[in-house]
């Protein structure tokens, strides 16, 4: 199981932090991702890293402002967001990958979904 948390309004330039839990049998020995769905478009990649927390990837559209962190001993993985736009408005995902590598960024790469946590950036 996967639970999300962290969205908010907020507005352009500040920053926001994701937050993730997982239960152990999740998040063991898998790479962690992020995704985002924003209205009337698919659901992309967004951040990946990788069991060990040394391997990180993220997708150009958030490159440089974006962070993405894990605690294995909290089995936790975060998402800090930084200078947001308004095309950072989505719903974001985390999800549990089949693998314990973070090249794997397809979305059929990752075996569990958590429910999403509502990002909105005003202008």
């Known amino acids: 199981q996967l639970q999300a948390y962290g969205g908010g309004l907020v507005q352009a330039g500040d920053s926001l932090r994701l937050s993730c839990a997982a239960s152990?049998?999740?998040?063991?020995?898998?790479?962690m991702g992020w995704f985002r769905q924003a209205p009337g478009k698919e659901r992309e990649f967004v951040s990946i890293?990788?069991?060990?927390?040394?391997?990180?990837y993220h997708a150009d559209s958030v490159k440089g402002r974006s962070a993405i962190s894990r605690d294995n001993t909290k089995n936790a993985v975060y998402l800090q967001l930084n200078s947001l736009k308004p095309d950072d408005t989505a719903v974001y995902y985390c999800?549990?990958?089949?693998?314990?590598?973070?090249?794997?960024?397809?979305?059929?790469?990752?075996?569990?979904w958590g429910q999403g946590t509502q990002v909105t950036v005003s202008s």
């Open positions: 890293i990788n069991a060990s927390g040394v391997r990180k």
């Open positions: 999800a549990a990958s089949r693998f314990s590598g973070a090249e794997y960024r397809r979305e059929t790469d990752f075996a569990s």
């Open positions: 152990g049998g999740l998040f063991r020995g898998k790479a």
